[in-house]
């Protein structure tokens, strides 16, 4: 399945919008289960409709780059997450540093109250936390890890 969606939205699903990560989440529960990191991921995931109250992805991006204390951060992904009691904005940041090496700040911003809920510096890992909760991520790389004959 995941193929599927690489060859008509491109490799890099954090480029994909709303609508094609929904899409990507349906399919995912109508598939067989899979050793593949990114589908137990996204099904631990929700991709709700955005609320009509929410705040943008932009004043998410803003309230987030105050949270990592980097003027300079770029915008690489936003995503909508659904998460009690308000759905989460996942907000990724790419942070040059003008020699050529970079690092990623991941911040979660409640989408109603606008209140920043959790900041992570990339250390490792993989691209899907772009689109995941924190603690969806975690859960998935432990899984992984302790399946038998892993790693």
Not at 88 to 114: L, M, P
Request: aromatic letters at 14%; proline letters at 5%; one cysteine or more.
């Amino acid at each position: 399945m995941e193929n599927r969606y690489y060859a008509l939205y491109g490799w890099d699903y954090t480029r994909w919008d709303h609508a094609v990560l929904q899409a990507f989440r349906a399919s995912a529960e109508r598939c067989a289960p899979s050793e593949y990191k990114l589908h137990r991921a996204v099904l631990l995931s929700d991709y709700p409709n955005i609320a009509p109250d929410a705040i943008s992805a932009e004043k998410a991006a803003e309230l987030g780059a105050q949270a990592i204390g980097f003027p300079n951060a770029v915008v690489d992904c936003t995503a909508y997450i659904g998460s009690s009691p308000h759905p989460i904005w996942k907000v990724t940041y790419r942070v040059d540093f003008g020699d050529g090496s970079c690092t990623y700040w991941f911040v979660e911003v409640d989408s109603i109250t606008g209140a920043v809920l959790g900041v992570a510096e990339k250390v490792g890992g993989h691209l899907f936390r772009s689109i995941v909760l924190d603690r969806v991520y975690d859960e998935v790389i432990h899984w992984v890890d302790d399946r038998p004959g892993a790693g």
